[in-house]
């Protein structure tokens, strides 16, 4: 299997500032211009590219209950990569689009988790994030280092963080700051993240099967074998 030193963020100094506002984060020193390129680091079901691809031209992924409406720019992205996130890979809430328990990332945390690294406009990730937290074009989202948070959401996806720079561009995930219970993924969604983990990384589904059930609330559903026969039947 292909190693997690494909990528490793390295951190500014300020990677921890906050600057809210009601659903947008302005500071104008920091901003990061909207044809900037920077790195979008996917943790779930984003791993798979098929899918990802939906934020940006728009479409349904297999086994969704969501159309989604795309970036305003759809241009594909740079470049992609396998990315180490630090941070823990987590499973709970209940997702509107997939049914079962969402991914999202606790930061801090120890360890690492295997992320794909997407280099695309900052203009593409705020119209990404718009769509994660579901709320509309009219909603400006300001990126600086720290990343930034949407405000009077439904804690989902509400919460862009700034993970320090990858190959000399900002590097960001999206996550929640909420706290949600544990539960397993649905089939549909945990098949997509095991793809886009095969498809990242390479490897065996049982390699990636035994990384997810390390993941709190997965294993509440799933066994490795279970895992292992959404991908080989």
């Known amino acids: 299997m292909a190693g997690l030193a494909g990528g490793r963020l390295r951190h500014r100094p300020d990677d921890r500032r906050r600057r809210r506002g009601e659903h947008h984060l302005t500071a104008p020193s920091d901003a990061i211009g909207h044809d900037e390129l920077v790195w979008y680091a996917a943790y779930g079901s984003n791993l798979l590219a098929g899918r990802f691809t939906c934020y940006l031209e728009g479409g349904r992924p297999p086994g969704a209950a969501r159309t989604y409406v795309g970036c305003r720019d759809t241009r594909p992205w740079r470049a992609s990569r396998p990315v180490a996130i630090p941070g823990q890979l987590c499973f709970g809430g209940l997702s509107p689009t997939w049914g079962g328990g969402l991914a999202f990332l606790t930061h801090p945390?120890?360890?690492?988790?295997?992320?794909?690294?997407?280099?695309?406009?900052?203009?593409?990730?705020?119209?990404?994030?718009?769509?994660?937290?579901?709320?509309?074009?009219?909603?400006?989202l300001t990126?600086?280092?720290?990343?930034?948070?949407?405000?009077?959401?439904?804690?989902?996806?509400?919460?862009?963080?700034?993970?320090?720079?990858?190959?000399?561009?900002?590097?960001?995930?999206?996550?929640?700051?909420?706290?949600?219970?544990?539960?397993?993924?649905?089939?549909?969604?945990?098949?997509?993240?095991?793809?886009?983990?095969?498809?990242?990384?390479?490897?065996?589904?049982?390699?990636h099967a035994d990384y997810l059930l390390a993941a709190p609330g997965v294993a509440a559903g799933w066994s490795g074998s279970t895992l292992t026969a959404l991908i080989d039947p």
Do not use: C, K, M, N
Not at 123 to 132: I, N, S, W, Y
């Open 143 to 207: 990126l600086t280092p720290a990343g930034g948070r949407w405000h009077d959401v439904v804690p989902a996806y509400e919460s862009v963080l700034g993970l320090g720079e990858l190959d000399g561009h900002p590097a960001f995930t999206l996550t929640t700051a909420g706290s949600l219970a544990a539960a397993p993924p649905a089939p549909a969604y945990v098949r997509t993240i095991l793809a886009g983990l095969v498809e990242t990384y390479g490897g065996t589904p049982a390699e």
């Open 109 to 140: 945390a120890a360890g690492e988790a295997r992320g794909r690294g997407y280099l695309v406009t900052a203009g593409q990730l705020a119209d990404l994030a718009r769509q994660e937290a579901r709320v509309g074009p009219e909603h400006r």
